[in-house]
């Protein structure tokens, strides 16, 4: 651990649009930064390339040498075998079916490799250097356009027996609910997360409801993002109003499930439909208050994330200092 | 611990028709024991005294003295303040509002008392010495008239930050769903408890849909339960295996989020109801393969409890052996 603290890691968030690398020293500090575009649809073998030249091009940009490298660290959105290191499915990276990530990266650049999970990474992240410091039980939520989540047991990363848990979005609230990306039905992601919102939008649109959306997106549907029902419903247009208002009664329930379970101290919320702020987290806390039970509801704080884009990078640093004992590639 | 070896705890289930009694040692054996009425309907002050009652009697028939007795660990049904000792609210104890049980027992007794909830210590108690022994993720389900839970994460019991995390019946699978014992609506026990088979049968019986359970409560719904329907579907009859099959259903969906969330090694089923066997857990073992992801559901075994009515007694008496830091009145 001492001898780690003046080195870095090399991490890496892996998204469906955009990857990013950095180096991250123990402290949290982020020397080194670069984006690059995932462009999943090329299949694995494409990004799995850009992905290993990113982190070379990271290393480079750093001026860091494989002395100076504690190990990488990725965190990739999907089902993640920890353990094993593959990524087993992913909604977001078309395709990819049980890619063993870890040890092609670590034999491709001699170095130390661990995998975990994207949210559970931004909890890590969140928890250390953001929002959840000094907190023993907390659960992160990411809620953009599908809804990830990171748990928090006792001060450390809890990943479960395979290193894939915390799959908060895929908690059933609604059985006979909208169908989900994953397939299933009434998912919380199905009904809370941004694409839940957007798909709200244009199914009511379409019925011939009238709304200022139409005019943000100049008539065409398509464009329609969680951002224009946002927007709108700051403008007190009714229908986002009440899209949001909708999908932050399904967020509450399912804040109010972890709260009931968990009783945890903190539920810290981040992704890109979290910026909408007070007019979804205020009638979700309202909706936390009426559903949960007194005692944790009374507890529990819901708090906006602070690492915006960061927490996946830094938690995934994170994990890698903390050199767990299993899921490390060692080389 | 050495110390505690040789010594008992005093453990005390409290449920709201019996109040069971005994002294446990610290290798789980049970030394004496005893059954007392709780008379829930007589008040907490009369339940209370019957508890200490029970106690002193205990330890009274097993020849104890108070330097054998390492303390009293009480499991009860309810929303626990496991940190403050208090029975905050609890379904099967009708009036009992912010009751400081525990503090309560350890100045009449003048014994270290402590108070958990009864599906925590059933998990604790089959983590060390029934079907989740070795175990490091588990989760236990106790279904009976309600639906318990009590989770245990990398070998120790998880409390949360008041001491009531385990809430898994008030998992909300079904927002539209019938309303729960809890005051709200689509809970997990509210579709798969015994009272929700009960309540489902009443229902379509009386919407004139025709069964042998009529036959097996010589035509007094009002005796129906959940082993009446269980009888009359392990004899085919079509509305009894229909109820049974929509329970399982939802069980299997709220395991299937259970092992979304934990991605745990076991979950063990306990309560009366689980005494269904395979009628009830075979379609929800298909239906959790179904909605879970494959990576948690190929590694979760769901397997059916060992200890009984004794889950709660031993898991109180390890609570106590293991003299938490917190939750504890000494005197």
Not at 140 to 146: A, F, Q, R, W
Not at 186 to 195: I, R, T, V
Not at 289 to 307: D, G, H, M, Q, Y
Request: charged fraction near 20%; charge should be positive; aromatic fraction near 4%.
């Amino acid at each position: 651990m001492l001898a780690s603290r003046r080195r870095s890691v090399l991490a890496v968030d892996l998204g469906g649009t955009k990857i990013i690398a950095a180096a991250v020293l123990s402290t949290g500090e982020v020397v080194s930064r670069k984006y690059f575009l995932t462009l999943a649809d090329e299949g694995s073998r494409s990004v799995i390339n850009r992905l290993s030249s990113a982190v070379a091009e990271t290393m480079a940009q750093a001026k860091l040498k494989t002395s100076d490298i504690a190990g990488i660290g990725i965190a990739a959105a999907g089902i993640i075998d920890t353990n094993e290191g593959i990524v087993t499915t992913s909604p977001n990276l078309p395709g990819w079916r049980n890619v063993p990530l870890r040890d092609i990266i670590a034999e491709r650049l001699g170095l130390t490799t661990y995998l975990i999970n994207d949210a559970s990474a931004a909890a890590l992240g969140e928890h250390r250097f953001g929002a959840g410091k000094g907190v023993d039980n907390l659960i992160y939520l990411t809620v953009s356009t599908g809804i990830g989540g990171g748990i928090i047991i006792d001060g450390g990363l809890y990943l479960g027996a395979d290193g894939c848990a915390g799959e908060i979005g895929h908690m059933i609230i609604e059985t006979h609910g909208p169908q989900c990306n994953c397939g299933k039905f009434g998912c919380l992601e199905a009904l809370a997360s941004g694409s839940a919102m957007t798909r709200e939008s244009v199914r009511r649109l379409n019925q011939g409801e009238k709304s200022s959306i139409i005019r943000l997106v100049d008539g065409r549907l398509e464009s329609i993002t969680a951002e224009t029902v946002s927007l709108a419903a700051k403008k007190g247009d009714p229908l986002a109003c009440d899209i949001v208002a909708r999908a932050a009664n399904y967020l509450g329930i399912g804040l109010a499930n972890l709260i009931n379970i968990f009783n945890p101290e903190l539920i810290v919320i981040g992704g890109g439909v979290s910026k909408m702020g007070n007019i979804l987290l205020a009638p979700t806390r309202k909706t936390v208050r009426e559903i949960a039970f007194k005692l944790p509801a009374r507890t529990v704080r819901i708090v906006r994330a602070r690492l915006g884009s960061n927490a996946g990078i830094k938690g995934a640093a994170v994990y890698v200092f903390e050199q767990q004992p299993k899921g490390g590639r060692k080389v």
